[in-house]
């Protein structure tokens, strides 16, 4: 799936990393994940339209909180083989897409170049 990944540790944590890096999908630990959190991620640019992918190592969804009070599904990762997680991410990640820059459009930079 030629994924790039970048580790964070603990909330604000993902707010900083999104900031440098162009997250396409966040997996966090459900026990993070809480109503204020995903609140707070919704305002922060970055992170605001990037879906949230709540796993555990230790709980099964059943088990987890996250779904009651934040509406996110859990997923209990040793349950999964590899070909799911692939789907599941897959599935789970916004699209990628393209951006002119915000400093010149498409065509000032078309027309310099072949001048």
């Not at 790039?4 to 944590?13: F, L, P, S």
Request: glycine share 6%.
């Amino acid at each position: 799936m030629n994924i790039q990944c970048e580790t964070a540790v603990g909330v604000e944590g993902a707010r900083v990393v999104a900031r440098s890096f162009e997250p396409h999908l966040v997996v966090a630990e459900c026990e993070l994940l809480n109503p204020s959190v995903l609140e707070t991620w919704s305002m922060e640019g970055a992170l605001s339209d990037v879906p949230v992918l709540a796993v555990s190592l230790t709980r099964r969804p059943e088990e987890s909180l996250t779904s009651e009070h934040c509406g996110l599904g859990g997923v209990y990762l040793p349950t999964l083989d590899r070909d799911s997680v692939l789907a599941l991410l897959d599935g789970a990640m916004k699209p990628r897409g393209v951006r002119a820059p915000q400093d010149a459009s498409i065509a000032e930079r078309f027309t310099a170049a072949t001048h």
